[in-house]
DNA sequence: CCAAAAGTGTTACCATTACACCCATGA
DNA sequence: TCATGGGTGTAATGGTAACACTTTTGG
C-alpha cells in the first residue's frame, strides 16, 4: 500500500549535497558546471541517479554528515559547503516519509580529476542531466538558482579555483555559471573594487600573449561581511 | 547522562515557527516588531519561553505543520511563510537529538489584537526578547537578519499591512523593520518605480494634514519574478 | 493663518555599461 | 610583425540620495 504511512514511525531524516564543480579546461573548450550523482543499488529507484547522502547519524552534525557523505562518494574536501533547503513533501518518497535537509559544496577544478568516479559515481554536466531518483532533479535546479544568485553578490567563484588565478580564469567561472559573456574591463574594474584581491605580483607566462597578473583571494576581508548563515 | 545520545534512536523532527508582527501603533508612538513566544510546559527547559512548533506529524507537510502550530499557539493565519533554516546540532537541545526546521512567517498587524495572548502565550517586543530555552535566541537573531535582508529586495512589507494602505504606512513598516529613517520623497519614487503599487484613487481622511492616497498591493506584478523557494 | 504631512522638482553622486584603444608577449 | 588576450581610458546611462520647495488638509 504505497502512499501510506505507519503513524506510529516517525519521519526518517536524511542529508544530501549537491556538489559543484568546473570541469578541468582540457584544450580549449569553455569549462563547464558538472556534479556528481551516485547510482541507487536498492529500492526504491533502484538503478537511478541521485544525489549524494545517507541517514543522518544520531550523533553527527547536520554539516558533518554532509560533508562525510560527499567525501565518501567523490573524495573530495569541499572548498564551500552551506545549507541549501530542506525538502519534507509527503510523497517524495514511496512508501516512507522522508526529509532530506540538503546541503551545496563547491569544490575546485583540480580536485575533480583526483575525485572517484566509477560505474556507481559518475560526474555529469550540468545540462546533461539523467534522470533522477525522487525530487533529487527539482533540489539540482533549485541548488543551481541559489548558485547563480549567490555569485553575483558573494565571493563563491574564488571556491571552484586554486590558490592563485588571473582575472581571465576567474571570470570564465562567472561565464560558464552564469551563462553569458562578461565585459572584461567591466569585471576587472567590479572585481578590483570589490577590494577582495590581491595582486601576488606574479604572472603567469607560457601564454602565447601578453602574460596575466596572478591574483589570491584576500582572506581578512573574506571575514568581514559575514552574511552567511551561521552554522550551530 | 546528558549529551550521550541513544545509536539506537533517531534524530527527532520538530518544526518552528519565528513570527512577526508590527504592534498596533495606539496613539503617535512609533509601532515595534513584536513576536510571540510559548512558555514550556515541561522539560527540557521547563518555564523558559521558546518559539512555537511541535514535533513533525509523519503525514503532515513541513509547512503544514509550520502553519498549523502557528495558528494553535496564536490563533492568527500568516499573510506570508517561509522555510528559515534548519538547526541540527547534536547538543542543542539535551538527552535527546532533536533537529528543527524553522519557519518564518509575518502577519499584519490588524490581527495582532485577535490574537492569543495568555499567561503561556505572549508578544514580546524585539529587543526586550526573555531568556529563551534551547537556541532559540539564535534562530530568532538569524531570522531577523533575514527578515531585514528580505526586505530590501522584496515585496514582504505588504505582509504586515492591510489590504489598502498609505505610503507612509508603508515606509513604517520599513523604517521599524530596518531600524533607520527613511527620506519620504524618495522612498515613494523607488516603490512608484517597483511598479507594484496600485493606486486606489480613493484618499484616507481624518488625518490633520493633506489626505494620503490610499494604495494596494499589485498581485499581477507580485507572481512575476517568483524568487522564493520551491514548496514541495 | 498655521502646523504638519503629502507630494514634486532638482541636483549631485556613484556604480554599471559599452566600446575604443594601447600594451606585452609567443610564435 | 602579427595575432591574441591583458589591461586602461572614457563617455553615456540609470538608479539612489540629499534637500528645497509647493500643496492640501484640519484646527
Redesign the interface.
Known sequence: MPQQ???A?????AVSTVIFALSPDEGAERPSLRLPLVRRLREPGLGRWALPGG??P?????EGAAARTLAETTGLTPKYLE?L??????D?SPDE?V?S?VYWALVHSDEVERAVSDENVQWFDEDELPELAF?HR?IID?ALGRLRTKLEYSRIAHAFLGETFTLAELRAVHEVVLRKRLDPANFRRTMEASGTLVDTGERLSGTRHRPPALYRFDTASAMAPAPD??H?
Not at 9 to 13: G, I, K, N, V
Open positions: 504511512h505507519d503513524p514511525a516517525p519521519a526518517r531524516l541517514w543522518l544520531v550523533d553527527e552534525a547536520l545549507q533547503y530542506t525538502f519534507g513533501a509527503v517524495r516519509r526529509v535537509v525530487d527539482a533549485y548563515p551561521i550551530l
